[in-house]
């Protein structure tokens, strides 16, 4: 049976066919009315909702915005920034000491960078740069597209920012990656953009930039990366810096060349695109490989760093350290660095013969595997000891036998090659002086080589060259020799006694040793270098050169007990001496009586009138060098002898200037009359002395005529060896022999010489005699060596005798005649001999405080 068909009507048909469907009605009038209403209501709901949205983005941009910029530094004073800048020191041939600094920096105003290299910058790092107002959309919508498409992969994406943004996150808002950051780097640019020019904030950008290396800007980069100026790069090398901003450490040309040369050659590309330059000088710049030539550090002085490091604190005190090492200062000194390398040597060499004579042997550096496959490897791991000199080398004993000893060593025959082993015979004849030292006393010389090495020390050694026949001296072929540090230390000033100019400092043995300053931050007893200052008063109040003086036992009633000081050598008093006698002979005992009668508050006044000691105890111990002083107190005071009685303040630095070549700063405090005027017709220029005179000139220089003497037949013959000139000056020696002194001058030279330990301990030593540890014997061949080093190729010059002055011919006690320099009226005013301790008066209270440890007796 079939199913009937459901029609449309409802209703049942049968086998009749349908009738047809009415012809469809047309939709009403109000249904249109509804679809277009509908329509209109979701526009309206679409706009209002956007609106809505637009005004929240609004409101939260503007709520950002004012968030941001309502602590935005300060932006104004970018205008009259000044990039930090190194500060040179100089020596007074103007070659380059030291360079202070906390950046390598060299600044470059805009109009000295090269076009090419802005350009090269401007192409690589924001292409819009002349056209935008700090921020660059375009730019922006770039970065956008592509952190899109690089959604996902794990690379970073570049930001957008300008060389306005740039400046603004290095000077003013930091690097800290958040969205506020960005914001305010953003608001800061534009308002940078509006307080200065594009070429200001260039020139600070190419300034300040970080460019790897160590090189802060354009200038030091481009010396750092191919050791040139910014004007003698080509268009390939400009290319390359302006690659580094992105990620300098990325780029080094010389452990990444592949990935320098093809970002050089994008930013070439760049350059090219913006119309720069032509395609086909793109094209010649990119077949260019990257040689990268890094720069040697300016050739400097190699000595005086005691000498600098005194310049760098002194400019630290007057000028502060940022501006001493961020300003920029150029600064000229005193060194003369032919000098001070000569005082360096003369120091060294005195340090070495005392530490063969008495220090002994104290051991091997380290002690490692002699065989032929394990020295090498563990030699290579030894520490090269602080204060090594450079001409030594760590060496170690292979073998050993009775007369030598097979050392090897690591030689670098040039800096840039690797070290290459080498061998040589130590033999006995070298190792002689290295005797031990068993309870403070030295034993006896090494009678084979075991007394001294055994297989696996490692020593120090020098190669000492071959040195020819001279006379009867016979020809001594190279040979290998023993080295090793003294302990005992030093210090060495020479200076112009006219102005004061410190033309050499040595304050030890190495800086690399030790930073201390023994020059100037040592404070030492100067024993009997201290009596021309006892002296010297004595002379001022009339009393004649030739005045007898006794020389007798002393004994003073002190808190600590009685006091007997005696002569060096406890030698027996010499009776009635002059005055002259005494001196050359650094009597003690006439030191005392002499300034017992003059006052001790008169030799602490003249003490602090020469800045030796300035605020001296009155204690009568003080004046055989009790109290304290520098080596350099101790050369300026000498100095006002050698000039005739005038101050003398010691000056390392001659001239300061700033970054912009003015004058800061200037020791010489003298003024000169027509020094501007010039020509011939204005005559010669005369120079205002404003020295303060603190000495009688006549008494000055009867106290360089007795410290001549000194030189001549006293204490300190040894200092004016072979020099052929007037040499005047005192020998010091303090009690116990624990400091040894030299303090000498010339009319135009004083050198002060100082050996020690920095621990005062005794220099003296069980089995050698104690004649060999005072300052005649110690520091006179250094002040030797030091002044013929200084006064080479200049003529003799006789020490000036002021108006006034009578020289009358005295025979001295051994029947020699000599000139002798008398105040007028006084050549025949010696008195006759008095004891100012024979009636006991004062001397109770010229001995209180006195205390039997201090004193420089000798």
Known sequence: MEIPELRAEGRMVGDRPAAPP???????RRRRRWFVGTIGLLLKTILIVALAGGLAAGGAAWALYSKASADLPDYRWLADYQPPQMSRIYAADSRLMAELAQERRVFVPIEAIPDRVQQAFVAAEDQRFWSHHGVDPIGILRTVITHAEQFGRGRRIGGASTITQQVAKNMLVGADRTIM????????????????????????????????????GVAAAAQNYFNKSLDDLTLAESAFLAVLPKAPNNYNPIRHPEAARARRDWVLDRMAEDGYIRPEEAAAAKAEPIIPRPTRRPDMVAVGQHFTEE????????????QTTMGGLVVRTSLD??????????????????????????????RIAASATEWLPALQGVQRPPGMLPEWRLAVALEVTDRQARMAWLERPDPRSAAQPRT?????????????????????APRRMQDVLAPGDVVMVEMLPAVPAQGRTPARPERLTLRQMPEVEGAVVALDPNNGRVMAMVGGWSFERSWFNRATQAMRQPGSSFKPFVYLPALEAGIPPNQLLLDAPVELMTPQGLWRPGNYGGGAPKGWVTMRTAMEQSLNLVTIRL????????????????????????????????????????????????NGGKQVAPTLIDTVQDRHGRLVWRTDVRQCAGCESGGPESGPPELTEERRQIADPIATFQMVSLLQGVVQRGTGTRAGEGLGRPVAGKTGTTDDYKDAWFVGFTPDLVVAVWIGYDEPRTMSIAG??????????????IFRDVAAAALQGSPPVPFRAPPGVALARIQLENGQTILEAFRPGTENAARPPADPFATGSGVAGAAAGLDSGLGGLY
């Open 22 to 28: 009415p012809p469809p009605e047309k939709p009403p």
């Open 768 to 781: 050698v005699p104690d004649a060999d540890v005072t300052g005649g014997r110690l520091a006179t061949p």
């Open 181 to 216: 950051r960005k914001v305010r780097e953003a608001i800061l640019a534009m308002r940078i953009e509006q307080a200065m020019p594009k070429a200001r904030i260039l020139e600070i950008y190419l300034n300040e930039i970080y460019l790897g290396q160590q090189a802060y």
């Open 424 to 444: 040589a015979a130590l033999a006995l004849e070298e190792v002689t002086w290295a005797r031990p030292v068993r309870d403070g006393r030295l034993g006896p």
């Open 337 to 366: 660095p032919t000098l001070q390398a000569e005082a360096e040597k003369a120091l060294r060499r005195g340090l070495m013969e005392f530490d063969r004579r008495r220090g002994g042997w104290r051991g091997p550096v380290a």
């Open 595 to 642: 300034a017992q009668q003059v006052g001790i508050g008169a030799v602490a006044d003249t003490a602090a009138r020469f800045g030796v000691i300035p605020n001296m105890p009155r204690f009568l111990a003080m004046a055989l060098g009790a109290g304290e002083t520098t080596v350099l107190r101790q050369a300026a005071a000498y100095a006002s002898f050698a």
């Open 311 to 322: 310049v760098r604190r002194e400019l630290v005190a007057r000028f502060g350290a940022d």
